[in-house]
C-alpha cells in the first residue's frame, strides 16, 4: 500500500483559492488512481476529484466542476487539488486516496487513505 500525507489546508475567505497537495511514499505511485474526498461536520465523506495514473481522465463532483482541479505529477509522487472560487460550503477536511481501479470514484473504490488536512470557507 502507498502511504499519502495532505498538506495545503487552512482558512480562507469565500470566493478565494487554495492549493491542496498529497505526498505519497513508495515506487507504485504512478500505477495509482489519486482522488481527493471531502467530509464536513455531520455528514458522510463524498467524492470531490480523481484522476488517472497517466493524467489523461480526470473525474469531477457536480459540486466542483469548473471550480477544482486535479492534477499530479509523478516524477514527485504528488497529486494536487487547485480550489478556486471557495464557497462556505466546501469546508470541510479533505482526503486524498489512492485506488488501483482505473477510473474509480467511489470511496469503496479507494484502498489507502491520507490522515485529511481541513479546509475552512469563511463567509
Known amino acids: 500500500q502507498v502511504q499519502l500525507v495532505e498538506s495545503g489546508g487552512g482558512l480562507v475567505q469565500a470566493g478565494g483559492s487554495r492549493r491542496l497537495s498529497c505526498a505519497a511514499s513508495?515506487?507504485?505511485?504512478?500505477?495509482?488512481?489519486m482522488g481527493w474526498f471531502r467530509q464536513a461536520p455531520g455528514k458522510e465523506r463524498e467524492f470531490v476529484a480523481a484522476?488517472?495514473?497517466?493524467?489523461?481522465?480526470?473525474y469531477y463532483a457536480d459540486s466542483v466542476k469548473g471550480r477544482f482541479t486535479i492534477s499530479r505529477d509523478n516524477a514527485k509522487n504528488t497529486v494536487y487539488l487547485q480550489m478556486n472560487s471557495l464557497k462556505p460550503e466546501d469546508t470541510a477536511v479533505y482526503y486524498c486516496?489512492?485506488?488501483?481501479?482505473?477510473?474509480?470514484?467511489?470511496?469503496?473504490?479507494?484502498?489507502?487513505w491520507g490522515q485529511g488536512t481541513q479546509v475552512t470557507v469563511s463567509s
Open positions: 486516496a489512492a485506488s488501483y481501479m482505473y477510473g474509480g470514484t467511489r470511496r469503496a473504490d479507494f484502498g489507502s
Open positions: 513508495g515506487r507504485t505511485f504512478s500505477r495509482y488512481t
Open positions: 484522476i488517472s495514473w497517466n493524467a489523461i481522465s480526470t
